[in-house]
Nanobody, 123 residues
Framework: QVQLVESGGGLVQAGGSLRLSCAASGRTFSSYAMGWFRQAPGKEREVVAAISRSGGSAYYADSVKGRFTISRDNAKNTVYLQMNSLKPEDTAVYSC????????????????WGQGTQVTVSS
């Protein structure tokens, strides 16, 4: 069982930056691939980024490539999402998820989810 708690969301102007954190419970964090997903009002949940168990490989949605960076610190049981050059269309609830296998871009592959943190980008 893994419990995930996100933090770092908030209100930011377009062009600004935020760093989201997702802290995981348990001693086997390095056994889980991690992903960040987002859901805007009236839209389906979509993948933002995913990272392998070691942190050696990452996947990014086309909409965030070059602006967002996913990373993890297995010693701190934490995964991060650095978001730069934010746009109003990045406004959504961002959730992290854990998968006890290789990384995936599909939300249905993930076993554990955090409660989400709101990111609002004003124009």
């Amino acid at each position: 069982q893994v419990q995930l708690v996100e933090s770092g969301g908030g209100l930011v102007q377009a062009g600004g930056s935020l760093r989201l954190s997702c802290a995981a419970s348990g001693r086997t964090f390095s056994s889980y691939a991690m992903g960040w997903f987002r859901q805007a009002p009236g839209k389906e949940r979509e993948v933002v980024a995913a990272i392998s168990r070691s942190g050696g490989s990452a996947y990014y949605a086309d909409s965030v490539k070059g602006r967002f960076t996913i990373s993890r610190d297995n010693a701190k049981n934490t995964v991060y999402l650095q978001m730069n050059s934010l746009k109003p269309e990045d406004t959504a609830v961002y959730s992290c998820a854990a998968r006890g296998s290789g990384s995936s871009r599909y939300d249905y592959d993930y076993d554990y989810w955090g409660q989400g943190t709101q990111v609002t980008v004003s124009s």
